[in-house]
């Protein structure tokens, strides 16, 4: 039986730590932002600079209404800098926050991954929806 509320539990307590999320640098190719997508088994990349201050993020659905509204080659997409697709103004969320803040956020944006960043907009980490629930039904065991 689970004891916390969601109320209790921190968004820092469930969200997926840097290394598991898939991020790339403003000067890389959209292609590579799609491959790193793609090996962290996340729809979403984030773009940070070399202070790793969250510039921006480009997601899977993101992806399938850029395909769906540009009339180039695929290839000539793919060496595209990624800020060309990327949102550069995402929806954030703060570490301590907790979850039924961060539920209300998505709910009301329509998303599941929301990235986590300080006071000074460095990413520290990713409330991914699955993830927490996995943490939170596992009581974090697997971090």
Same mark, same amino acid.
């Given at each position: 039986?689970l004891?916390?509320?969601?109320?209790d539990?921190?968004v $820092?307590?469930?969200?997926l730590?840097l290394?598991k999320i898939p991020c790339?640098v403003?000067?890389?190719? @959209?292609? +590579?932002a799609l491959e %790193?997508?793609?090996? %962290?088994?996340?729809? +979403?990349?984030?773009?940070?600079d070399? #202070?790793?201050?969250l510039?921006?993020? !480009?997601?899977?659905?993101? !992806? %399938? %209404?850029q395909?769906?509204k540009?009339q $180039?080659p695929? =290839?000539?997409? @793919?060496v595209n800098?990624?800020? #060309?697709?990327? &949102?550069s103004?995402?929806?954030? &969320?703060d570490?301590?926050a907790?979850?039924e803040?961060?539920? =209300? +956020?998505m709910h009301?944006? #329509?998303?599941?991954?929301l990235?986590?960043?300080? #006071?000074?907009g460095?990413l520290i980490?990713?409330?991914?929806?699955h993830h927490?629930i $996995?943490e +939170?039904?596992?009581g974090?065991?697997d971090q």
């Amino acid at each position: 039986m689970l004891t916390k509320t969601i109320s209790d539990v921190k968004v $820092r307590d469930v969200m997926l730590p840097l290394d598991k999320i898939p991020c790339v640098v403003p000067d890389d190719i @959209f292609k +590579i932002a799609l491959e %790193r997508m793609s090996a %962290r088994r996340l729809g +979403i990349a984030c773009v940070v600079d070399s #202070e790793g201050v969250l510039k921006g993020v !480009v997601t899977d659905g993101d !992806v %399938r %209404r850029q395909l769906l509204k540009m009339q $180039r080659p695929l =290839a000539s997409i @793919f060496v595209n800098s990624v800020t #060309e697709h990327a &949102i550069s103004k995402p929806t954030t &969320i703060d570490g301590a926050a907790n979850l039924e803040q961060a539920l =209300a +956020i998505m709910h009301g944006s #329509e998303i599941s991954d929301l990235p986590v960043v300080d #006071e000074a907009g460095k990413l520290i980490g990713m409330f991914h929806l699955h993830h927490a629930i $996995r943490e +939170i039904l596992n009581g974090g065991s697997d971090q």
